[in-house]
């Protein structure tokens, strides 16, 4: 199974908005809504963002969403805030197992 | 409150064996999966293998497979990740995560509570 793909980096200015891809297959993101999204900052582990596409656990801003279309997740940061500085991870769900994403460095200028 | 206590950071030698331990409370450890994640320095999250705490089945990650050993003591509901031979490449930061699954398909849809992680260091 191999890792889902992500971009490079994402940059943004402090109340942009950014994006970021996840792109998988039929097999994984296509084929289920179990994506979910992972924060992680320096040193420290990731901490879920988004799961079921779109639903946010308590606690997460409201900043922070997720959609999907065909083979494609996407998280969305509405307003870039300088805390936003990560590393951000998609999950997608296989069928029997799961795979990550090759993960997305975000830059707030 | 969920939480996931790993053991702490290990240095050890090539050749050598080594198992880490991940102590899950909060939850009934039995109803769930447990995933181990490695990241090696400076890179992404890649999935070990997932073990059910309810009867300790196990699945490896072709690229794991052979390679570690999953395991775990319901009792103490606690998840472990063994190494008989540790080789340098095997230095890196190893996660264990809860893996939760829809209550009415039972797919494993998230991976919700992670442990603070246990950084291996293997060199001569």
């Known amino acids: 199974q191999s890792a889902l793909t992500q971009p490079r980096s994402v940059s943004g200015s402090p109340g942009q908005p950014v994006t970021i891809s996840c792109t998988g297959t039929s097999s994984d993101v296509g084929g289920y809504n179990y994506v979910s999204w992972y924060q992680q900052y320096p040193d420290k582990a990731p901490r879920l963002i988004i799961y079921?596409?779109?639903k946010r656990p308590s606690g997460i801003p409201d900043r922070f969403s997720g959609s999907k279309s065909d083979n494609t997740a996407f998280l969305t940061i509405s307003m870039l805030q300088a805390e936003d500085e990560a590393d951000y991870y998609c999950y997608s769900y296989t069928g029997s197992f799961f795979v990550f994403g090759t993960g997305t460095p975000v830059t707030v200028l | 409150e969920v939480q996931l206590v790993q053991s702490g950071p290990e240095v050890k030698k090539p050749g050598e064996s080594l198992k880490i331990s991940c102590q899950g409370s909060?939850?009934?450890?039995?109803?769930?999966?447990i995933a181990w994640v490695r990241q090696m320095p400076g890179k992404g999250l890649e999935l070990m293998g997932i073990?059910?705490?309810?009867?300790?089945?196990?699945k490896y990650s072709p690229s794991f497979q052979g390679q570690v050993t999953i395991s775990a003591d319901k009792s103490i509901t606690t998840a472990y990740l063994q190494w008989n031979i540790l080789k340098a490449s095997d230095s890196a930061m190893f996660y264990c995560?809860?893996?939760?699954?829809?209550?009415?398909?039972?797919?494993?849809?998230?991976?919700?509570?992670w442990g603070q992680g246990t950084l291996v260091s293997v060199s001569s």
């Open positions: 909060g939850y009934r450890f039995t109803d769930y999966w």
């Open positions: 073990l059910f705490g309810g009867n300790s089945e196990t």
């Open positions: 995560a809860r893996v939760g699954r829809d209550i009415v398909t039972g797919y494993l849809n998230t991976v919700d509570y």
């Open positions: 079921d596409v779109n």
